[in-house]
């Protein structure tokens, strides 16, 4: 009866075995990275306050067909200390956005500190229609919502990319005061006044299902006296605490600018700008620079010309945190991985936190210790150097709102 018992367990344990090699089969990677993470040790604790480096939140968009270059932005930029929030607009499949879902599931950390969500319900986006400023708005209201720990609010495109790593950044903003706003602005409308203001453009994203271009109204209106205009570079860095104002808005200024720039064209231009520069307690904190490095044509167009290897040496010596624009898989943006991240292809750009072996099998990112510390790399003097002239202006008052 004994023998027999055990010739029963041996049976058993051995079917068992099988199946479970039958279901990895059929479940191939995702099966096998999560067994490897299953083992792993519980995440470093990410402590928040002005003791500790600051955090940002990113919000990283794209349209269809840019899962990838949204996944290696992701990985570009990514620290635990860190929040994002990527969002495939609604021109995307169902399909790209869940494997975009799978690509950051395989990220180790990502995973681990469960510090990157994706959109689900995509806002449509009409090219220079006010949707975008929608989509925005909702991006932060998430964002505020998931987390309470983060300092800074950036918003990414696809077409972007980082010229400095996560603790390069951290360590330059850990010396500048967290209600600051990196944002290029002008009250000098110039022609934006006669073809941008004035005109009437109503977004068809706001109210239609269907891809449409904005309509424009036959006659124009006048400019604004209630409150002063401002425009400027659609992309900044928005503090934590202009951005409650925004959401919460305690007057009612952001409500209405939100509702007059509702009929403007390309409204990513002048709605952040003119809240904060027309709100007293804001137009002090403003530093009159975005951040990005882009090269324009003379005169400029709607867009930046693309980046490529020619201009990588110039892109390095700007002092930049981030460019624009980029071709996918354009060959500088190996150089930057290579030369300034430190960043292999389908791995985060390492960190002071990242305490695993580096090697051509093994991710040094798959391990960390505490990631509430930093270590500075090759570009960090040069970003450090362009912030201190910048914070030299902010307390000059020169450049602010004028």
Sequence with gaps: ????????????????????????????????????????????????????????????????????????????????????????????????????????????????????????????????????????????????????????????????????SQDDLSHVFSSVKRDVNFIDHTSELGWKESQRVQPIVVDPALYLARRSQIFRATQKRPTPDAFKLFTGSPWSVLSRSFLEYCTFGWDNLPRILLMYFNNVMLSEESYFHSVVCNAPEFKNTTINNDLRYTIWDNPPKMEPLFLGVSD???????????????QKDDPVLNMIDEKILNRDRYRVTPGAWCTGHKSWLSDPCSQWGDVNILKPGIQASKFEETTANLLDDLGSQANQCQ
């Design 1 to 164: 009866m004994g023998a027999e018992k055990k010739w029963m367990y041996t049976l058993f344990f051995t079917a068992f075995i099988s199946v479970l090699l039958f279901l990895s089969t059929l479940l191939g990677f995702t099966a096998s990275y999560y067994s490897f993470t299953a083992h792993r040790s519980y995440p470093s604790t990410v402590r928040f306050g002005p003791q500790y480096p600051p955090a940002f939140a990113y919000y990283i968009t794209g349209g269809r067909g840019d899962r990838d270059r949204i996944l290696r932005l992701l990985m570009a930029v990514y620290h635990p200390r860190n929040r994002y929030l990527l969002h495939i607009d609604a021109e995307g499949s169902d399909d790209e956005r869940l494997r975009l879902v799978a690509g950051v599931k395989a990220v180790p950390a990502a995973s681990a500190f469960g510090n990157v969500d994706v959109v689900g319900k995509a806002d449509r986006v009409t090219y220079m229609g006010a949707s975008h400023v929608a989509a925005t708005l909702r991006a932060v209201a998430i964002l505020l919502k998931v987390d309470s720990g983060w300092d800074w609010f950036i918003e990414l495109n696809a077409l972007d990319y980082p010229l400095i």
């Design 312 to 326: 990588f040496d110039q892109m390095t010596q700007s002092g930049a945190a981030f460019a624009r624009q980029f």
